[in-house]
């Protein structure tokens, strides 16, 4: 069964714009977590969703970060504008109910 | 301010040794606690979760839990090499609906 999936593995942008990464859960987990990790701050939990539906977002930044989960399958997390402190590794984890969370291979962002 | 700390490392284990990581939780009510190992440049991997008092065996890896300590950690027995990573412990926020806090991890480097 095919892990999490994650895209673009790699992003190189200009400050000021806007940045989407994309995720897929591994099939059948209903919950999706976004994390960002950096060397000062660690791995951060940003915002995650049950059966589509955002349940916890404290942890996103600022206004400039938004997520969405049209479907089961698929999420996005959007920057905008982005700016140079943003850069960091973005994961995308999906997990069953009082389950275990598995990983997907990261975003790297660079915002220059 | 709900808090997993860990000793940042390096750890230094010869091969073959026993390399025991620790880890402390504040939420005295998280009830499920979880390892990741993350080599460098990749994404966190679980390794094992434990969420009663005592051991939990899995292979070379074992992991003991002391919920009146606030106390986890785990053991890796016969290091190897391969072992070199850093480890993260986790523990899921109480009420939190899947919600983890992440420690900053430690690093094992496991030399021949």
């Known amino acids: 069964d095919a892990g999490v999936i994650q895209s673009p593995r790699h992003e190189v942008t200009e400050m000021g714009q806007e940045v989407t990464l994309r995720c897929k859960p591994i099939?059948?987990?209903?919950?999706l977590f976004w994390y960002r990790q950096t060397m000062m701050r660690g791995l951060e939990l940003l915002i995650y969703?049950?059966?589509?539906?955002?349940?916890?977002d404290s942890g996103m930044p600022e206004d400039r970060f938004s997520a969405k989960m049209p479907n089961a399958s698929f999420s996005t997390l959007k920057i905008q504008p982005s700016e140079p402190r943003d850069s960091a590794v973005y994961f995308c984890?999906?997990?069953?109910?009082?389950?275990?969370?598995?990983f997907g291979p990261g975003t790297r962002l660079t915002v220059t | 301010q709900k808090e997993v700390e860990q000793n940042s490392g390096p750890l230094s284990v010869p091969e073959g040794a026993i390399a025991s990581l620790n880890c402390t939780y504040s939420?005295?009510?998280?009830?499920?606690f979880f390892w990741y190992r993350q080599y460098s440049g990749k994404s966190p991997e679980l390794i094992m979760f434990?969420?009663?008092?005592g051991d939990k065996e899995d292979g070379r890896f074992t992991a003991q839990l002391n919920k009146a300590s606030q106390y986890v950690s785990l053991l890796i027995r016969d290091s190897q090499p391969s072992d070199s990573a850093t480890y993260l412990c986790?523990?899921?926020?109480?009420?939190?609906?899947?919600?983890?806090?992440f420690g900053a991890g430690t690093r094992l480097a496991v030399h021949p």
């Open positions: 969703f049950n059966n589509n539906v955002p349940i916890d």
């Open positions: 099939s059948g987990h209903d919950y």
């Open positions: 984890a999906s997990s069953l109910p009082r389950g275990e969370q598995y």
């Open positions: 434990i969420y009663s008092n």
């Open positions: 939420d005295r009510g998280s009830q499920s």
């Open positions: 986790a523990a899921e926020v109480s009420g939190g609906y899947n919600k983890l806090i």
